[in-house]
């Protein structure tokens, strides 16, 4: 009796300090922002951070001590990650060098108190990491949606060639795909140097590349939950018309591509399944196929589809570290699907990469081939 009653004492002690709250007092101390105009925002891993919007929760400003004040409540073991902003990614904290940050960390077990003091703030001219030419259509109306920018890049001979009709490339999270300095990582997918590396020997044909920006919403617009199906549709019935309307593009679907990765694969897929005569290819780099503790799976919808062979081509490829092996059992179970139906399609698996940009520009190259390579 006595060794079960210090058991339950035990385990009550064990179960009430994971239950604990503790405070995280985070103080910002910052010469290059003007509290009149500016605010200093946090964005991380966790609800009260917002879940990585650089735009939601914002600190109070304290006169007298000329900091910025976030006040906030943790259980106990809770591991909280963060960045901070001026309320975009184009305008995060950098590091005392001016380099992108990482993450801070920190695992909450006791009251604690962060002081920080930061130097450096991104201030981007977002084209000015962009190599070749390329314009900037600036917070696009999308309907239903919030408005996004649109980075279109023209291939070398797009300015001397003025009868010459191009295939199109568009590409979600469009602030990580040409630029450093926009993307979310400090590390971009590189297109626009691998495109024109392909064109200079003939292995690609040449291709005007469409970056759409993403947005606090990211997660359910790449999806097919409504938010989802209403870029698909902003996507097929104003953004493409509008840039068949501005540019010389090839307008059908063999020469209409879509490319993402994570959820932007998965998004990517989608539209040329939902849309193959508008897209017909589509590059899924480490597709989020199937998250089910998110319940944003789209394996049913290809598993119960009914249609006819759809004439599109799909490239699917994924790493084997951390959140890419955790994906794995959906691309696996989606790759499957696709084999019982009868669709060809090409799967890359990159031996130890992980899920970041860095590992999409050290094999980028790999699906711009299969969507545009000299045959």
Partial sequence: MIRYCIILIFLSTLFSCKDQEHHVKIQVESNNIDPSSE????????????????????????????????DFKFYS?????FKLTKGSWMTEALTDDEKVRGNFKVRVTKDTSISLEIKHWKNTDI???????????KDMPTKGLASRHVIVRFPPSYEYDADKRFPVLYMHDGQNVFN????????????????????????????????????AKRTNEYSYLTEGQTYASWLVNDLK?????SYRTKTDPSNTAIMGSSMGGLISFILTWEYPEVFGKAA????????????????????????????????????????????????????????????????????????????????VHKPLLFLFGEN
């Fill in 77 to 81: 073991d809770t591991t909280i990650e």
């Fill in 284 to 363: 899924c780099l480490s597709p989020a196929f199937d998250i089910p503790k998110y319940d944003l799976s789209y394996l049913s919808h290809v598993k119960n589809d009914t249609e006819n062979l759809r004439n599109i081509k799909v490239y699917i490829d994924n790493g084997t570290e951390e959140l890419e092996k955790e994906l794995q059992p959906g691309v696996d179970r989606m790759m499957k699907l696709l084999d019982n139906k009868g669709y060809n399609y090409v799967w890359h698996l990159d031996e130890g990469a992980f899920h970041n940009e860095k590992a999409w520009s050290k094999r």
């Fill in 180 to 215: 450093p300095y926009t993307s979310y990582t400090g590390n971009d997918w590189r297109v626009d140097e691998v495109s024109d590396s392909l064109f200079a020997i003939d292995q690609a044909e040449e291709f005007i590349a469409v970056a759409i920006y993403n947005t």
């Fill in 127 to 137: 084209l000015m990491g962009v190599s070749g030419n390329a314009l900037l259509h």
């Fill in 241 to 245: 018309p509008f840039i068949d309307s």
């Fill in 39 to 70: 605010r200093v925002y946090i964005s991380g891993n966790h609800s009260k951070f917002g879940f990585w919007d650089p735009s939601k929760i914002h600190f109070d400003f304290e006169e007298e001590n000329q900091k910025w004040v976030g």
